[in-house]
């Protein structure tokens, strides 16, 4: 029993948590807020941006871990989200849903941002790329019974949505009170800073995460939309969309964490982010059901492949900055993510096209990014501007794809 009270357990344990809750939550949402709240583009727009404000503001988690530890928060949080899951169903009005989401929403961002620094502190930087794959295989695994099990209420119980909100929610509530009471405590190796501070050298790092998650807003708030609305997709539909997603991750994230480490961070996000214009100069134009499908899971598999982003700062970052940074950048993730959704909103009651053309042109940016990345990244080399000949060093730092 004691060898089970490992920290990479509790981790991989909390992983699963997510989820559940939250790929009900989302299975369920399209079509809900369609039926139940006669929402358009306009008001999923404003839904997905409300959801994010909870994103903007994880930096205050570095106020919070004056009082709490990070272990105790990330379950607290897991315990608000399930909370705010099972009230979903409950509240099927437009400002019900937005209250309820937002609750749902801070449970779930001041978990990823705790488990992004409790992650970086606990696993060693040689494994850390392996590790973050497995917790996503493990997150994927809990994500296929969780589109399975909506699938199966849907179709076979039929059970109302509102009752399935409150099954997803609950179960998530119960890992984290397992968890509470069976795993110690745990602390990281170094004292954590808590202020909060930009550090000029973490520039780059910034920029792609501001830039991750700007893009990712188009997948996560339209891609799904896009199935319902043009392609007429049900709830069963889509939870087996997400199935066949869960089952590729828990396949290929490992491997695509073991890939990090071979290849590097440089190599790793130059092929996401060409395979992302790719993937969304294709969404802007498609009209078969079947490649849309397709395209959505070339894009989810594409995401996994931001490990890379927290492996890059955990090479190059100061110990001591792990969790201080760790909230500044989800603020930073979603300063754009507050405004782009209501906005792209608008933008697709005329040209749903438009919105995935310029979701290619931000990964066009982000590519650029990745560019600078250096093939060694560390502490006093956190960006390769141009390859130095007269520098032998400098140029063995180069990477050529």
Request: aromatic share 14%; net charge positive.
């Amino acid at each position: 029993m004691q060898s089970l009270r490992r920290p990479e357990i509790l981790l991989y344990l909390m992983a699963a948590a997510v989820p559940i809750a939250f790929g009900v939550w989302q299975a369920l949402l399209n079509n809900f807020t369609i039926e139940a709240a006669n929402f358009t583009g306009v008001e999923i727009g404003i839904l997905q941006s409300l959801r994010e404000i909870p994103g903007f503001m994880a930096f205050a988690v570095v106020f919070l871990l004056l009082i709490l530890r990070e272990q105790t928060l990330a379950l607290l949080s897991l315990l608000i989200m399930g909370l705010g899951t099972a009230l979903t169903g409950y509240f099927p009005t437009e400002i019900g849903l937005y209250c309820t989401t937002v609750l749902m929403s801070l449970g779930f961002h001041y978990y990823e941002t705790v488990n992004q620094s409790l992650s970086l502190q606990i696993f060693a930087k040689q494994e850390a790329a392996y590790k973050m794959g497995k917790m996503v295989a493990v997150g994927s695994a809990a994500s296929l019974v969780a589109f399975s099990g909506v699938w199966f209420f849907i179709e076979i119980l039929h059970l109302e949505m509102k009752t399935i909100y409150v099954i997803g929610g609950v179960i998530t509530m119960l890992i984290a009170c397992f968890c509470w009471f069976f795993f110690p405590q745990y602390t990281g190796k170094v004292e954590q800073n808590k202020k909060i501070k930009l550090h000029k050298r973490y520039w780059l790092y910034y920029a792609l995460v501001f830039m991750g998650g700007a893009r990712r807003q188009i997948f996560v708030v339209f891609s799904g939309f896009l199935m319902v609305e043009k392609f007429g997709f049900s709830v069963s539909e889509i939870a087996l969309m997400f199935l066949a997603n869960g089952l590729l991750n828990i396949f290929f994230a490992p491997k695509i964490g073991k890939l990090i480490g071979k290849w590097g961070e440089k190599r790793t996000l130059t092929i996401e982010y060409v395979g992302l214009i790719l993937v969304f100069s294709a969404y802007a134009f498609v009209t078969s059901p079947a490649i849309a499908v397709f395209l959505y899971i070339v894009d989810h598999l594409l995401f996994s492949m931001a490990i890379a982003q927290k492996t890059y700062f955990q090479k190059i970052a100061d110990p001591k900055d792990i969790a201080q940074t760790a909230g500044v950048a989800f603020s930073i993730n979603h300063c754009a993510a507050i405004v782009l959704p209501a906005l792209y909103g608008l933008l697709w009651l005329s040209s749903p096209a438009l919105v995935f053309l310029t979701g290619a042109a931000m990964a066009g940016v982000s590519l650029v990014l990745a560019r600078m990345v250096p093939r060694k990244p560390r502490p006093g080399l956190e960006v390769q501007w141009r390859v130095q000949p007269a520098d032998t060093n400098a140029a063995k730092m180069t990477d050529n794809l």
